[in-house]
């Protein structure tokens, strides 16, 4: 049964929440600004995100994996290594989950934070004035 739940727990972060959020931001970054008007708003598949992002896990396992030796690619080789029986799941979580979905919400959260920071105090002092009062307009 503690197998079973740290499978689930695996299968939840690493395969589902992890993918969408890569594929999200590609989305966000890349694709958005180049197939919607600015004057539309934009519809988020997140089944085309959560396939998007699941190529992009699967390149950036391969590159890790193949690449020079850093700590990601030997907590990678690590939590494969040990498999379901052993999986420690303080370890997955701190070391993998945590910094990759960190890191993801960070890129996703603060330039829309800025870009509202930065739009409220423009229109703040560039402020219009709007007529409340229709009926002393002169046509």
């Keep these: 049964s503690m ?5 689930i727990y695996f299968a939840l972060t690493v395969f589902g929440l992890i993918p969408v959020l890569f594929g999200l931001l590609y989305e966000m970054i890349l694709l958005l600004p180049i197939r919607v008007p600015l004057h539309h708003t934009p519809v988020h598949l997140l089944w085309q995100d959560w396939g998007l992002g699941v190529l992009f896990v699967k390149i950036l396992y391969a590159g890790t994996l193949t690449g020079p030796d850093w700590h990601f690619k030997r907590v990678l080789e690590q939590v494969f290594q040990a498999g379901v029986m052993q999986m420690d799941v303080w370890f997955v979580t701190t070391k993998l989950v945590l910094p990759v ?3 993801q919400l960070h890129l ?20 219009p004035t709007f007529v409340t009062d229709v009926s002393t307009l002169e046509l």
Excluded at 3 to 7: E, L, R, V
Excluded at 116 to 127: C, E, W, Y
């Design 3 to 7: 197998i079973m739940i740290k499978c």
């Design 101 to 103: 979905v960190v890191t």
């Design 108 to 127: 996703l959260c603060i330039p829309y934070t800025l870009c509202s920071a930065l739009l409220t105090s423009v229109s703040q002092t560039i402020s």
